[in-house]
């Protein structure tokens, strides 16, 4: 079929899309009088629209999943012949997928033991504020039921995630939430209060401890927080950060909950974001690269210790984990996963990330040199981010509208790349690049290149 033919074949699917599908994060109104873009394909780091338009894809599906890139047959074969031979029954009885992934996975993360199966990064952090929450009541008479999070964060989009989620424009009109959660101060060097001091990441962290005394540390269970913060700006933890909310949370008895759900399996040149730091955490959770949007899968990973804390004798009929995600028993997600696992391995794309993300920020620092509207530089692996200001010395950000106008034109030269998506009312000025792991120096060359172009028109 010719690419004209094949255009118009796909016409009775775009009026679909526009009469009868409700799209994420989007207004519709605009489709009164354009069509709704529609992917039909995808190879490798680059997808393909419904008109024939070939784009680089530098987002990874859009919000950081597709790691691995479009197109992989041998995860589409490892799901079928799974699916074939078994494809379902609830994750309260083991499975072969599910049981082989878990070994695999914790092997990645000394001092992990435990797997617990759902089907979204939102559903894998209320399973870690769950298991808080019942450790509140199982270990201290209820009183550490108080979750922290950290202004800028995002853990997910039910009413209960969105309760430790820091971006306002999500939140807003979602209220009541659910009590107990409590914001604490970002650890954004580039906008410290206190200029450029060197224990500015300690004295960051101790911001998490003030908020801790106010709030009574007998009344805090444990601390949510990413690696590092992603949809709010890509904002890497500075020097100091870290080892300081590790120490303030041994202090204090606080179970620490990492969200991995962007920055996991190899996304910032390591397996998981809080191996860069040294950190040691007690819940950890994970999804999107997880089996790179192959199937929907998510988990949250524990130690030992809090697993133990939910064993106890049968007859306590209240004293285990009462939970249960239903499609968390669907086997295609770890057939997807184990296969996922074994690309990253065997094209050894985690260190792939490293390097490559070496090599971006490289040229984006360089383009930086090059814009005074770039005011700041971010990232680590193949996650970076461009903090677009009016003037660098007051830091003041542009209008959401210039990187808006930005990703536009980068996709009229075929790249496409993100953006902080109306999370804030002030900040909405990053341009987030996330391209795939199997990323090659000519890929980082073409998107710098189309970045390149679309600021030198906001410029001249």
């Known amino acids: ?25 989007t207004q519709h109104r605009p489709f009164e009088e354009h069509d709704p873009m529609l992917i039909v394909k995808g190879v490798g780091m680059r997808v393909t629209d419904a008109k024939g338009q070939e784009y680089l894809d530098a987002t990874s599906g ?4 597709a790691n691995v890139g479009y197109g992989r047959e041998s995860i589409a074969k490892a799901v079928y012949d799974q699916l074939v031979t078994m494809n379902y029954f609830a994750q309260s009885i083991s499975n072969i997928p599910a049981s082989e992934f878990a070994e695999k996975l914790i092997a990645k993360m000394p001092g992990m033991s435990r797997v617990y199966y759902s089907s979204s990064g939102s ?6 504020y769950k298991m808080v929450r019942q450790i509140a009541h199982k270990k201290y008479d209820g009183k550490k039921y108080k979750i922290l999070y950290r202004n800028r964060d995002y853990h997910g989009t039910t009413i209960t995630a969105l309760s430790s989620s820091a971006h306002f424009e999500r939140r807003d009109q979602y209220g009541p939430f659910t009590p107990g959660f409590v914001e604490f101060p970002d650890c954004c060097a580039y906008r410290s209060l206190i200029g450029d001091d060197p224990d500015y990441g300690v004295k960051a962290a101790l911001e998490m401890e003030k908020v801790i005394l106010a709030e009574g540390p007998d009344t805090v269970g444990a601390v949510v927080l990413e690696p590092i913060t992603s949809g709010g700006g890509v904002i890497v933890p500075p020097d100091g950060y870290w080892e300081t909310i590790q120490a303030i949370c041994s202090k204090y008895d606080i ?9 996991g399996f190899g996304r910032t040149g390591k397996w998981f974001g809080y191996q860069h730091y040294g950190v040691k955490p007690d819940i950890v959770t994970l999804g999107k690269g ?31 984990f009462r939970d249960i995600s239903t499609f968390a028993g669907c086997m295609s997600g770890p057939a997807a996963a184990l296969e996922n ?18 090599y971006l920020l490289d040229q984006l620092h360089d383009l930086k040199d090059k814009y005074a509207l770039i005011g700041d530089v971010s990232g680590k692996g193949l996650f970076a981010g461009l903090k677009l200001v009016k003037d ?16 536009k034109d980068c996709m009229q030269q075929g790249v496409l790349i993100g953006r902080t ?13 996330s391209p795939a792991l199997i990323s090659t120096r000519e890929d980082i060359d073409e998107i710098i290149q189309a970045v390149d172009f679309a600021l030198n028109k906001h410029t001249v």
């Not at 690419?3 to 994420?24: L, N």
């Not at 559903?123 to 870690?128: H, P, T």
């Not at 179970?255 to 920055?263: K, M, N, P, R």
């Open 341 to 358: 696992m074994r690309i990253l391995e065997q094209e050894n794309l985690v260190q792939n990330a490293a390097e490559m993300g070496e």
């Open 290 to 320: 997880l089996a790179s949007g192959y199937a929907a899968i998510s988990c949250t990973v524990t130690t030992e210790e809090v697993f133990n804390l939910f064993k106890g004798e049968p007859s306590d009929r209240i004293g285990y």
């Open 255 to 263: 179970l620490i909950h990492i969200d991995e759900v962007v920055c």
């Open 421 to 433: 998506t109306r999370s804030f009312r002030e900040y909405n000025n990053t341009i987030i690049l």
């Open 392 to 407: 660098r010395d007051s830091k003041e950000p542009v209008d959401e509208s210039v990187p808006m106008s930005i990703v």
């Open 1 to 25: 079929m010719k690419d004209d033919e094949t255009s118009r074949g796909f016409s009775g699917a775009i009026k679909s899309a526009r009469d009868h599908v409700w799209h994420h994060m």
């Open 123 to 128: 559903e894998a952090n209320e399973k870690g």
């Open 62 to 65: 859009g919000v950081w999943t």
